[in-house]
């Protein structure tokens, strides 16, 4: 049963450019969630994805958009890259038949230069 | 809002001892989870255990238990029996119950394991 995974594992990029990230839910799980988690800090909420649709949101800047696919699976795009967007971004998958307990993916490390 | 506090940046336990990680959230809420995820250097963020509020039982997973004092609005991790592949980040994390409701993490506990 493969868990949750995620595209790419490292990135590097510049100021201004866009990136966009993804993410495979969980066999079973319809719902996917993204975090971002800055060094040494928490992983922050900024979306998440249900049946195609953002369902939530957190205190995130429209930079950021993402998307789910009828598959399930999600991406994250970040429009004009800042350097504090640099951080690990977590994937999550979830369903409603698993007791909504999400499930973490490796993440990507991005890297704003 | 929901948040949540871990005090603790930084403990440390010998092999085969027991420690224990503190957690304290805020809510006004009745019914939510709380969880403990563990976070070594390879970064996947692994679940340790899961507590349902309305239960009083505090839950239970193999080396790994938890104190939950609902209206002290704290949920401790004990790790029993530690090991050096318990040596990792550890976050405290909330979430309300129903819907599709996001987590919400502690700033985490670097847990180091000595020989």
């Known amino acids: 049963d493969a868990g949750v995974t995620q595209s790419p594992t490292h990135l590097i990029k510049t100021r201004g450019q866009q990136v966009t990230l993804r993410c495979s839910p969980k066999s079973g799980h319809d719902t996917v969630s993204w975090y971002q988690q800055a060094l040494g800090q928490g992983p922050q909420f900024i979306f998440q994805?249900?049946?195609?649709?953002?369902?939530q949101r957190g205190n995130f800047p429209d930079r950021f958009s993402g998307h789910q696919f009828p598959n399930y699976s999600s991406e994250l795009n970040v429009n004009a890259l800042l350097l504090g967007d640099s951080a690990l971004y977590l994937c999550a998958s979830s369903s409603v038949a698993g007791g909504e307990t999400q499930y973490f993916g490796p993440g990507t490390r991005l890297l704003v230069l | 809002a929901q948040t949540v506090t871990q005090s603790q940046p930084e403990m440390s336990v010998q092999e085969a001892e027991t420690v224990t990680l503190s957690c304290t959230y805020d809510?006004?809420?009745?019914?939510?989870?709380l969880f403990w995820y563990k976070q070594p250097p390879s970064r996947q963020m692994i679940l340790v255990i899961r507590?349902?509020?309305?239960?009083?039982q505090n839950a239970t997973e193999n080396r790994f238990s938890v104190n939950f004092q609902k209206a002290a609005k704290s949920f401790s991790l004990k790790i029993s029996d530690s090991q050096l592949g318990d040596a990792a980040m550890y976050f405290c994390?909330?979430?309300?119950?129903?819907?599709?409701?996001?987590?919400?993490f502690g700033a985490g506990t670097r847990l180091a394991v000595h020989p």
């Open positions: 994390a909330y979430r309300l119950s129903g819907g599709y409701n996001k987590l919400i």
């Open positions: 809510t006004s809420e009745s019914d939510y989870y």
């Open positions: 507590q349902e509020a309305y239960k009083q």
């Open positions: 994805y249900y049946e195609e649709e953002e369902r």
